[in-house]
C-alpha cells in the first residue's frame, strides 16, 4: 500500500509539474515514465540495504547466540526458563519447555524466543526489495495511464482527480487492514496527496511562465 501511495503521489505530482510547465503530452510521458523507472529503482535499492542491514543483524546475533550455546549452556537454559516464566507459565513447566526445546534445537528456540527471529519473519533483501519495486510501478502506473489515455486538454484536471480517487481507495484498503476508520485514512492520505500534487502544479505552472 505505502509502496503504490508513493507511486501514484510522485508520479502524479511529476505530470502535473510538466503539464503546468506547459509541456506536450509527449513531454509529460516522457517525465513519467521516467519517474516510475527511477522511483522504483530507488524504492528497490533503498529497500534492499535497508532489509540487508537488518539480515546482516540477523546473522550476527544468531552467531553471538550460537557462541553462548557453547560457552555457557546451562546459562542459556537459565535464561530461556526465564523468558518462558515471564510469559506466564510457572517455573518448572518452564524449566521442563525449555529443556525439551532445546534438546530438539537449541539455537532455534532461542532465535525464536529470545531474539525474535523465525524462518516467516526473517529478513529477505531481494524480496523485499522487488516488493518495492512493483509496488511504487503499479502506483505510478494509474496517472501515467491517464495521462496517456485522456484529452490532452483535460490532462491537468483528469489526472489529479483520478489519482486522488486512486488514493482514496488505497488509504481506505489500508485503514480497514490495520483495524482504522476507512474515511481517516482515505481522508488522510487524500489530503496530502492533494497538497503535494497542488505545490508541484504550482511550481511548474511558476518555473513555465518564467522559463
Known amino acids: ?23 506536450s503530452r509527449s513531454n509529460v510521458l516522457v517525465a513519467g515514465v521516467a519517474g516510475l523507472v527511477a522511483g522504483a529503482m530507488a524504492m528497490a535499492a533503498g529497500e534492499y540495504v535497508s532489509v540487508h542491514s537488518q539480515a546482516d543483524t540477523e546473522k550476527a546475533e544468531l552467531k553471538r547466540e550460537l557462541a553462548e550455546l ?3 549452556d546451562k546459562g542459556e537454559h537459565e535464561e530461556l526458563t526465564a ?24 539455537i532455534g528456540a532461542h532465535a525464536r524466543d ?8 526473517r529478513a529477505r533483501p ?9 509496488s511504487f510501478a503499479v502506483g505510478a502506473a494509474m496517472p ?37 476508520g476507512l474515511a481517516v485514512g482515505a481522508i488522510r492520505v ?4 492533494a497538497l503535494a500534487m497542488g505545490l508541484t ?9 518564467v522559463v
Request: no cysteine; glycine share 12%.
Open 83 to 106: 523468558i518462558y516464566v515471564a510469559r506466564g507459565l510457572d517455573p518448572l513447566l518452564a524449566k521442563q519447555v525449555a529443556d525439551q526445546l532445546m534438546a530438539h534445537d537449541a
Open 1 to 23: 500500500m505505502l509502496g503504490a501511495n508513493d507511486g501514484i503521489v510522485s508520479t502524479a505530482s511529476l505530470v502535473l509539474g510538466v503539464a503546468a510547465a506547459h509541456g
Open 126 to 134: 531481494i524480496q523485499a526489495a522487488f516488493a518495492s519495486a512493483l
Open 190 to 193: 487524500t489530503f496530502w496527496g
Open 144 to 180: 501515467l495511464l491517464t495521462a496517456a489515455s485522456v484529452p490532452e486538454a483535460s490532462l491537468i484536471i483528469l489526472v489529479p482527480a483520478t489519482s486522488l480517487m486512486f488514493l482514496a481507495l488505497l488509504g481506505a484498503l489500508a485503514a480497514g487492514a490495520g483495524g482504522a
Open 70 to 72: 557453547k560457552a555457557d
Open 201 to 209: 502544479a504550482g511550481v511548474g505552472a511558476l518555473f513555465g511562465t
Open 114 to 121: 529470545e531474539l525474535g527471529v523465525t524462518e516467516t519473519l
